[in-house]
């Protein structure tokens, strides 16, 4: 249907995300796809299609999605009316396996209300749980990270290197 499809011009990031809450479905590009561009499409809610292919830059979307509806989203899904059969079903709808699949479930979901609103209130609820999307939570696992390391570097400066592998560090 002519005008579905709708082209907008560069806003601020902060606008952006609201703006994307009016799209039904985001059509994740195949060979580089979603990175920063499919999280505010997820945290909106809005159902994503992506086909990971060999190469990482084609497997953001499908870790973006597979992040959200994790081990831990299965208890956050308690209380929606869906079973939890169901509930395995949801990253089939926008995880698919090739182009024809893909050209597939985006022509069901465009015309299939109740499930494409079915995804759109399971990405909502647990996108704003998730870890995945919780910076906060982010921050904190990389400043422990760091720290771990920092502790390691501290603790191996007793031990000296082979011969040939003296570090520049010490």
């Known amino acids: ?4 499809i709708i082209f907008s011009e560069i806003i601020p990031f902060r606008e952006h995300s609201q703006r994307v809450r009016a799209a039904d479905i985001m059509l994740d590009p195949l060979y580089y796809n979603s990175h920063t561009t499919g999280a ?10 992506t086909c990971p292919l060999i190469n990482m830059g084609s497997r ?10 994790n081990a831990e989203s299965r208890e956050k899904m308690s209380g929606m009316e869906e079973s939890k059969e169901e509930f395995e079903h949801i990253l089939d709808d926008m995880i698919v396996k090739s182009a024809e699949q893909y050209v597939q479930k985006a022509v069901r979901l465009a ?9 759109r209130r399971a990405l909502l609820r647990l996108s ?5 999307l919780d910076g906060q939570a982010k921050a904190k696992s990389v400043e422990g990270g760091v720290k771990m ?13 082979p011969r040939g592998c003296e570090s520049s560090l010490r």
């Open 128 to 132: 704003h749980t998730s870890s995945l």
């Open 111 to 119: 015309t299939d209300t109740p499930r494409r609103l079915y995804l």
């Open 60 to 69: 953001v979307g499908a870790s973006l999605l597979s992040g959200v509806f």
């Open 40 to 49: 505010p499409f997820v945290w909106q809610g809005v159902p994503v299609i």
């Open 149 to 161: 390391a920092v502790d390691l570097f501290h603790s191996v400066q007793h031990i000296s290197s």
């Open 1 to 4: 249907e002519k005008g579905r």
